[in-house]
């Protein structure tokens, strides 16, 4: 039997505990059907776009079907793939009318790594809005509707939301500009929810890959473009052959995706694995330095974001999971092809801890088994 490695998360934002039951279903999908694939032979570049098409598919994430509404009452989604083992990177952003967005990443790596087009043109990497539906249309992605792709809960919160910005609008008119910052903080805050869903994988033959897919904010403006398309951003994946120390990483980062994408936290949290002697206490320190302490944000907001890190060193039977969140929680699932079932973790800022502000790291230790032997050019 082959042996890997998945994890996927939910986001990181609020979870509800009266929906615990409901993410449950959402994980246990998405690593069973990724398991499934890597037990029968398959790559992890195929089994992170297989588990995140499942939380896509899932009503109570924010990507794919159920994903938030632009301002003017659309869907557009982002989504991101990168194989560790290539270190190919394919991304689509602001795409309406796709069911699954991360698939269409999934082709964008695949079509990368059959090298140049006709007439040594280079394949792209990043697509965008129309050009990005017109590119998944030619390689067979059926368009589907809009309707299909909104549930209630998420057009119920747009209502909500938009009726509060209207709110913000008189009390800026009627209170001037700073009473108005105040409302727009409080509300953003009152009712913070689940962001970029996104998974790590590593292979019977040791190779990584990451992926991430989200709808996005609540009442973006249409054709805005989150993490998740950036490189090194919202997923990293980096395999043994390009470390000089024999070891592999995946990341997928989840929050607000104006912050993470300046701070390229991905690609930051592998490396600090890679280089670093003890996980745990690379992942908490990147995460401290370059996000919650970066310069590069200058502003007083709270640093909303989450990482989930895998680490698996080339020679070793076991491999380390982490995940870490400045928000209120973060739901992690994670299933190795020795586990029998998927197991969950709700993460949560200790009592007390002000989100956007402090955080707080978890783990396992996964035990897949030892890698199979790199295959033979033929």
Known sequence: MSCGIIGVHLGAGYHSPDRQEEYRGAINKACQEAISLLKSGGSAVDAVSVGVAAL??????????????????????DAGLMDGNSMH???????SGIKNPVKVAHTMVR?????LLSCGRIPPCVLVGNGALQWANNHGFREVSMSSLITQRALSSYRKHKRRLAEVACEAQSNGEN???QARMMSMSEEAMQDTVGAVCMDSYGHTASAV??????????GRIGHAVMFGCGCWAQSHRQSSVGVNAACSTSGCGEQLMRCCLAKACCQAVIDGDDPSAAVSSVFQKQFLKSPLLGDDSPRLGGALTLQCGDDTRKSELLWIHSTESMCVGYMDTGLTRPKMVISRLPKGAQAGKSFTLGGTVLCPGPPDPEPKPT
């Open 111 to 115: 079509e990368q790594q059959k090298g």
């Open 56 to 77: 896509e598919d899932c009503h109570c994430t924010n990507a794919g079907i159920g994903s938030n509404l632009t301002l003017d009452g659309s869907i557009e989604c």
């Open 213 to 222: 897919s989200s709808g996005g904010i609540v009442l973006k403006h249409p």
């Open 179 to 181: 009473v108005a910052k």
């Open 89 to 95: 990177f394919g991304a689509v952003g602001a795409l």
